[in-house]
């Protein structure tokens, strides 16, 4: 599978910015999707999962309540509304999927970037401020 994400830009602080990620192949159907971002000189983190056939999410406390993952499993592709974006927010955004996951004496973990299989090439955010 490969994944495609799309729409980072240069916002204000303040300012609402919805990312996507869109997945190739005529069916898609993974066990989870998530978004990490890497800002400069910084570690790449978790921000946000979803899991594909439940919907259950995840966020990293920081985006809580102001970030929203959601997806369309039509069109394959998985969003990150970001409202009220902060400087601290500039990061590369990228996305990635688990495509499949035993859970019978298992327990995935979305924070973690090996629980994850497949990666995008990763979208720009800029926030000024």
């Known amino acids: 599978v490969q994944l495609q994400a799309s729409g980072g830009g240069l916002v204000q602080a303040g300012d609402s910015l919805r990312i996507s990620c869109a997945a190739s192949g005529r069916t898609f159907s993974p066990f989870a999707m998530g978004w990490f971002r890497q800002a400069p000189g910084k570690e790449r983190e978790f921000v946000a999962a979803?899991?594909?056939?439940?919907?259950?999410?995840y966020y990293v406390p920081s985006v809580k309540g102001r970030f929203a993952i959601s997806r369309d499993s039509a069109k394959n592709t998985m969003y990150l509304q970001m409202n009220t974006l902060d400087s601290e927010d500039t990061a590369v955004y990228y996305c990635?999927?688990?495509?499949?996951?035993?859970?019978?004496?298992?327990?995935?973990?979305?924070?973690?970037?090996?629980?994850?299989?497949?990666w995008g090439q990763g979208t720009l955010v800029t926030v000024s401020s």
């Open positions: 979803i899991r594909w056939s439940g919907g259950e999410t």
């Open positions: 990635a999927a688990r495509i499949d996951f035993d859970a019978v004496g298992s327990t995935w973990s979305p924070k973690l970037d090996y629980e994850y299989d497949a």
